[in-house]
């Protein structure tokens, strides 16, 4: 199958976070199984191992001619193409320190009728991918590229048997703007109703309504846009019915313990030896007391209130009052940066708090700690509850979103089980979760031994994750 998977980030090019990790991850497990994968993203700065193909496309938008270059990567089976423009080459990716940048419509349109012209122009080992594919969109980002299929190519007989798909990784962002955007967009005025919401120009809300399928990044997460969490667009959602789906995310292979190049020992569920000696080390790395018998919690978490760090703060006077060490990596919220710092000076014992970006910091924490705390007040998949797992470092969250979907609470009496999610969230769910989980590790070491085995032989690959999209892509064509 020819599939282009085109987005605003695809790792380790471009990353804010879950999006760039699936477009660049899934491409590699889709390739792998012998299709033929292209993305199409943004270059945001120059990428040494791109070159420059030489093709040349012009796009009207706004009133103005606009000429795209495209650059090339193969990498892993996967064919990478580089949408370049001035207006990507400003640092960030959708904004700086003074907030979003003013022309986002204008750029991710420019992106989705870039990635169009790829598919019919871009040589991939000689030839284009051709206008027999399936588009797989990203956010609202690229939620408008249905739309230029339906209304552009189409009617000239172009990309009649393409399909679409519409990736939902976070639905609390639609891209929103001015209904007077819309003439700038190039498209005729009958398609404004896919695109109106509320009288204004939505790009999510326009890929949620002309995509053929709709993918959530995990099954609950599916559920839940459909209600409060679809920030507006529940209806556009719901109505979908059975073309709304949800798959969750795999792991990259670099989140494992038998190999991780950044942990002191490697081990696996056999042998849980090599464990001790990443708890031991990092105990000495963050300068904390060396004692295997205290339990280490971790949290490794962007700092947005959508990540429920206040329940942590919330709960850390109780949990502080126990022999327990506290690990906390993030950064963002200043609020919250200040409870790290103020946490590490009030138990300077028991806690570390580390602001900042630290990729093997963060490897080092799942690796170490005996328990993840991920209390989000929604989480469409999330990532660090599965890398727990597998390091049997065992997860106390939030059950929302893929944290409900991945982590299931332990039950002494049929010894099933691989965490703890609490129901609702409040600090006082969160402490008794807590409780439980600590309870358990100090007095029940055979039942802790069981929670960790199970995490870790989860089958979280992305193998499983691009088997499930493939079946949604083929069901994805016109009828
Ligand atoms: P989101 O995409 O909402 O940020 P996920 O759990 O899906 O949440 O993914 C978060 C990713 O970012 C993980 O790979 C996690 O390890 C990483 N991460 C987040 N904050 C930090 C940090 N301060 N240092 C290192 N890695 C981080």
């Keep these: 199958m020819n599939i282009a998977i085109v987005a605003a980030e695809v790792a380790p090019w471009s990353k804010t976070g879950g999006l760039g990790d699936v477009c660049g991850a899934l491409p590699k497990a889709l390739a792998a199984l012998g299709h033929h994968v292209m993305t199409v993203a943004p270059r945001y700065k120059e990428y040494p191992d791109a ?33 370049d423009h001035p207006s990507f080459h400003r640092g960030g990716i959708y904004g700086d320190s003074q907030g979003p ?24 080992d000689g030839t284009p991918m051709g206008e027999d594919l399936v588009f797989h969109v ?34 609390g962002h639609h891209g929103s703007g001015p209904a007077h955007d819309f003439a700038g967009l190039d498209v005729s005025a009958r398609w404004w109703p896919a695109v109106d919401f509320d009288g204004r120009l939505n790009p999510l809300k326009c890929g949620a309504t002309l995509a053929r399928k709709i993918v959530a990044v995990s099954p609950t997460y599916a559920r839940e846009i459909t209600g409060p969490l679809g920030f507006g667009l529940e209806g556009v959602f719901a109505a979908r019915g059975a073309d709304l789906l949800g798959v969750l995310n795999g792991v990259d292979d670099a989140w494992d313990p038998r190999t991780d190049r950044h942990i002191a020992a490697h081990f696996d569920a056999e042998d849980l030896s090599g464990k001790a000696t990443c708890k031991a080390a990092l105990q000495t790395e963050l300068g904390l007391p060396v004692r295997a018998e205290v339990p280490m919690l971790g949290v490794v978490a962007r700092l947005d209130h959508q990540k429920g760090i206040d329940l942590v703060e919330a709960a850390a006077p109780w949990l502080m009052r126990h022999d327990v060490q506290l690990v906390l990596l993030g950064s963002g919220s200043s609020a919250l940066e200040t409870f790290f710092r103020q946490a590490e000076r009030t138990w300077p014992e028991k806690a570390r708090g580390w602001v900042g970006f630290n990729e093997g910091l963060a ?84 039942a802790w031994r069981g929670i960790q085995v199970r995490g870790m032989t989860q089958d979280f690959s992305w193998e499983r994750s691009a088997r499930a999209y493939v079946a949604i892509y083929e069901s994805a064509r016109p009828k």
């Design 51 to 83: 070159w420059d193909t030489g093709v040349r496309a012009t796009v009207h938008l706004f009133g103005h001619t606009h000429e795209v270059a495209y650059f090339h990567a193969k990498v892993d089976g996967v064919h990478h193409v580089f949408v």
């Design 101 to 124: 940048y003013g022309d986002n419509l204008f750029r991710f349109a420019l992106l989705s009728r870039a990635a169009i012209e790829a598919a019919a122009r871009v040589p991939l």
């Design 138 to 171: 990203n956010d609202w980002h690229t939620g408008l590229l249905p739309l230029y299929l339906e209304a552009v190519y189409r009617p000239a007989g172009r990309f009649v048997n393409a399909g679409t798909v519409l990736g939902v990784h976070n639905a």
């Design 363 to 446: 490897h080092r924490i799942e690796a170490g700690a005996d328990l993840f705390l991920m209390p989000s007040r929604f989480e469409p998949c999330g990532l660090n509850q599965m890398y727990s797992m597998r390091y049997g470092t065992v997860p106390v969250v939030h059950a929302t979103g893929g944290l409900a979907d991945t982590v299931q609470t332990f039950d002494p009496l049929s010894s099933r089980g691989t965490g703890w999610a609490f129901k609702s969230f409040s600090a006082e769910a969160f402490v008794e979760a807590l409780g439980w989980a600590l309870y358990t590790w100090r007095t029940h070491p055979t």
